[in-house]
């Protein structure tokens, strides 16, 4: 199995792609390759404690959803393994959320 092209890492924009249009000849295409700008560095995502409540909320009544089906629907043995294994997950991710609400 050959690979067509190694990948970068790097992002093409909306402004490379205009950059792109902008030096292109008579229609010709140029490769993005050429034009494509310094990687952006990204600021990690902050959340306020209204978005911390939301997520909370969310998740809590998707483990409910979860636990519900689990005694009252009739799933196959591997169905209810994988619900019981995102069921856990779900019970882990509030219980740190909790945790983390907490800390002053």
């Known amino acids: 199995m050959t690979q ?9 924009t909306i402004g490379d792609l ?5 030096r292109s000849v008579a ?4 490769r ?8 952006v560095a990204r600021k990690p995502k902050v959340y306020t404690a209204s978005q911390g409540d939301v997520r909370l909320s969310r998740l809590k009544a998707r483990a409910e959803g979860i636990r519900f089906a689990l005694q009252y ?3 196959s043995a591997s ?4 619900l019981r294994q995102i069921l856990q997950n779900l019970e882990l991710a509030i219980r740190g959320m909790e945790m983390t609400r907490r800390e002053p």
């Open 4 to 12: 067509r092209r190694q990948h970068s890492g790097q992002r093409v």
């Open 32 to 39: 993005l390759a050429a034009v494509r700008s310094a990687p």
């Open 18 to 22: 205009a950059q792109a249009y902008d």
């Open 79 to 82: 169905q209810s393994k994988v």
């Open 73 to 75: 629907e009739n799933q």
């Open 27 to 30: 229609g010709k295409p140029i």
